[in-house]
Nanobody, 116 residues
Framework: QVQLVESGGGLVQPGGSLRLSCAASGSIFSIYAMGWYRQAPGKQRELVAAITSGGRINYADSVKGRFSISRDNAKNTVYLQMNSLKPEDTAVYFC??????????WGQGTQVTVSS
């Protein structure tokens, strides 16, 4: 089993920055990939960024050049640095951890609101 605890959400002005963190515990050696999905009201959940155990990274086209995902293996934590935030980035961000042979585990979600 994997448990995920998210933090770092909040309210920020357009153009501002936030840093999300997601700390994993449990069967962490079974994790294939970690990252974030986000979901805004009335919209489908979408993948924002992911990083695999081998270090491969992908981003949604909408956040490329603005967001950066990284990991600290010693802390079993992944981070999402979000810069140049836009109102359309407003959503609940859910950390996830994917195991090779099972459905993903999810964090509790953290609200990111970008508004002037």
């Amino acid at each position: 089993q994997v448990q995920l605890v998210e933090s770092g959400g909040g309210l920020v002005q357009p153009g501002g920055s936030l840093r999300l963190s997601c700390a994993a515990s449990g069967s962490i050696f079974s994790i294939y990939a970690m990252g974030w999905y986000r979901q805004a009201p009335g919209k489908q959940r979408e993948l924002v960024a992911a990083i695999t155990s081998g270090g491969r990274i992908n981003y949604a086209d909408s956040v490329k050049g603005r967001f950066s995902i990284s990991r600290d293996n010693a802390k079993n934590t992944v981070y999402l640095q979000m810069n140049s935030l836009k109102p359309e980035d407003t959503a609940v961000y859910f950390c996830y951890a994917r195991l090779a042979s099972s459905s993903p585990y999810w964090g509790q979600g953290t609200q990111v609101t970008v508004s002037s």
